[in-house]
């Protein structure tokens, strides 16, 4: 993981200065009159995000680059790919939360995936660390990282069996604990939707529950589940081509629950987390799970397939199920689940869905406190009776186009337990355009805001460094 971020000032590093736009007539006046000439020759405003390289006429280098205050975490983040290649440093910070802005927005505009070139992206510029939280940052930027890499990873390379040794691998570096129980064995144990939707993939892909633990048990209980489709065609009810080309990122909700996992383990929250993915492939094949077929649940519900596309709800049923059994005290859930909440707010802005008013607000203040949005929607039950079966308990897929992440969101309630706080996240996972600091592909949404209220909420020890 290269953040380009330096622990020591290199020799030759360039200052940074930052300007507010109202401060920058007056910033001029202090300046030399060949520097004012330069800077209005340059056109520099000193807008968020604008940059003005200031020449040393002595050695023909730079002398400082002047900034124009950032009111973002993303104004920061443009500056790596685009001032001249070389080494900062932050000439001076007016608080530490904006030392951590500027060292986070720096690493993740830093962000390359080059796993699959044959010749890697020429480094980005390089910043000596600021005065901030470097272990907070750090985590948060790692966290992004795995998030975004994971999603990006081609499903060649990234099946159940991958997901769950990736899963593995963030355990061991934590010390903690992973249990993974695989194919016919998820009947045995009690996942039949689990393994209804994956079956038609084994055994070269068989479907699987990670389920991994940490922490002292008498803590806190901080339960996540992620949805992990890590290929999604639809079933027998086919998608498209160009619905199906992304469906690599349908483990987002999978990638998601690990990068938060790592930023409370990291900074050693006095907390018993537990973090369950279900992992399948919804393939086709003569053993694929049909429509109008009824699933058993976990939970005992029975499900009637109304549709073979929507396979994430019926994973996720299980593993709420088996979540809600230890009566946490807080669950969330992270999911790319549904295209209408792509549809009511964009591909920027999870949905998020909660029982609970306490813990819906408190998520949306830490998603504005760390420039990580999204957007309350209702769990309106007046559209419960859309989801009723006609053969079973409850179906997959409500009848019409209409409130579609609203009955999926009411769907997955059906299988979390009474009185246990729950939020539900409807992310999309992906960037669909490259802006600064978030590239094209796949990206972290909501989990830097839950990361902040799980931290508030349950208090933290000291941090530790990666």
Known sequence: MELNLLDDRRPGSVALQTVARNDLESWLKAQPASVSAWVAAMGFDAKPGSF?????????????????????????????????????????SPNLATSDR???????????????????????SSLTWPDCNRDHVRSAAYATYL?????????????????????QELASAHDASLRVVVGDALLEEGFPAVHAVGRAASPARAPRLIDMTWGDPTHPKVTLVGKGVCFDTGGLDLKSASN???????????????????????AKLPVRLRVLVPAVENSVSSDAYRPLD???????????VGHTD??????????LEEASREKPEILIDFATLTGAARVALGAELPALFANDDDTASSLLAHATAAEDPMWRMPLWKPYRSL????????????????????????????????????????????????????PEGGEALGMRAAYGFIEERFGSSSSSSE
């Open 244 to 266: 199906m080309k992304l469906m690599k990122k349908d483990m987002g909700g999978a990638a998601h629950v690990a990068g938060l996992a790592h930023m409370i383990m990291a």
């Open 147 to 167: 998030v975004r890499d994971w999603i990006n990873t081609p499903a060649s390379d990234l099946g159940p069996a991958e997901l769950a040794q990736k899963m």
């Open 310 to 319: 929507a396979e994430g709800r019926v994973i996720l049923a299980d593993a």
């Open 52 to 92: 003005c390289p200031l020449p040393d006429l002595s050695n023909g280098g730079l002398r400082e680059v002047v900034v124009g205050e950032a009111e973002t975490l993303w104004d920061w983040a443009s500056l790596p790919s685009r001032l001249p290649r070389g080494s900062y440093h932050l000439e001076s």
């Open 387 to 438: 989801i009723d079966g006609k053969v079973a308990d409850i179906t997959n897929s409500a009848e019409g186009s209409l409130g579609g992440a609203i009955t999926a969101a009411l769907f997955l309630q059906e299988f979390v337990g009474d009185d246990i706080p729950w939020a539900h996240i409807d992310a999309m996972a992906w960037n669909p355009t490259s802006r600064a600091g978030r």
């Open 102 to 124: 500027v060292a986070l927005g720096w690493a993740l505009g830093s962000y390359r995936f080059d796993s699959f070139r044959e010749r890697a992206n020429e480094p980005s």
């Open 294 to 304: 009824v699933v058993p649940t976990r939970k005992g519900i029975t499900i009637e």
